[in-house]
T-cell receptor
Framework: DVKVTQSSRYLVKRTGEKVFLECVQD?????MFWYRQDPGLGLRLIYF???????EKGDIPEGYSVSREKKERFSLILESASTNQTSMYLC??????????????FGSGTRLTVV | GENVEQHPSTLSVQEGDSAVIKCTYS??????FPWYKQELGKRPQLIID?????GEKKDQRIAVTLNKTAKHFSLHITETQPEDSAVYFC??????????FGTGTSLTVIP
């Protein structure tokens, strides 16, 4: 039944490491998103993608990059992890044509701790 | 771009009472307004939504109202139960490409 899968539930990384967060969806959605969730700040958009090899910056892209080589997979990359990137990361997907029926589907989240 | 504001940030109610969460949006072109519930440690899940051509929608104990003129929409939960305790997010969208989320409301239902 799980339709958006994030590869890791919990991650602990060291400062300066390169970190990859993976997200896979099996609904053939065109749109995929990476959000960061912090207490009191809600869901903040980092990057999103409308199509394969396409990416757009969200509200807080600094320190992050993304990759979408295949339609079903959207990766978030922390080039050099820092402690202020400790957070819950949520991936989501949506259908461009069918969003009025289904909205977003979220993954279970990856709780990243940078030490 | 769109700006969605959500209030209150925290809400405590006694079991059986009603809870109301309000959101405002800025872009008059927004036409889809979903609400998500996120239980502790779980993913946000869609619980109800409303389109701009509808003023109110109800699903059992939850309802959503939309006032397009005032650009605000609200979530109403009646006869609250402890399992309603969660964080609720509102969102607005005018395309299929991006949703704009409110900052969330943490609802606690006190038994």
């Amino acid at each position: 039944d799980v339709k958006v899968t994030q590869s890791s539930r919990y991650l602990v990384k060291r400062t300066g490491e390169k970190v990859f967060l993976e997200c896979v969806q099996d609904m053939d959605h065109e749109n995929m998103f990476w959000y960061r969730q912090d207490p009191g700040l809600g869901l903040r958009l980092i990057y999103f993608s409308y199509d394969v090899k396409m990416k757009e910056k969200g509200d807080i892209p600094e320190g992050y990059s993304v990759s979408r080589e295949k339609k079903e997979r959207f990766s978030l990359i922390l080039e050099s992890a820092s402690t202020n990137q400790t957070s819950m990361y949520l991936c989501a997907s949506s259908s461009f044509l069918d969003y009025l029926n289904y909205g977003y589907t979220f993954g279970s989240g990856t709780r990243l701790t940078v030490v | 771009g769109e700006n969605v504001e959500q209030h209150p940030s925290t809400l405590s109610v006694q079991e059986g009472d009603s809870a109301v969460i309000k959101c405002t949006y800025s872009d008059s072109a927004s036409n889809y307004f979903p609400w998500y519930k996120q239980e502790l440690g779980k993913r946000p899940q869609l619980i109800i939504d409303i389109r701009s051509n509808v003023g109110e929608k109800k699903d059992q104990r939850i309802a959503v109202t939309l006032n397009k003129t005032a650009k605000h929409f609200s979530l109403h939960i009646t006869e609250t139960q402890p399992e309603d305790s969660a964080v609720y997010f509102c969102a607005a969208s005018n395309t299929g490409n991006q949703f704009y989320f409110g900052t969330g409301t943490s609802l606690t239902v006190i038994p």
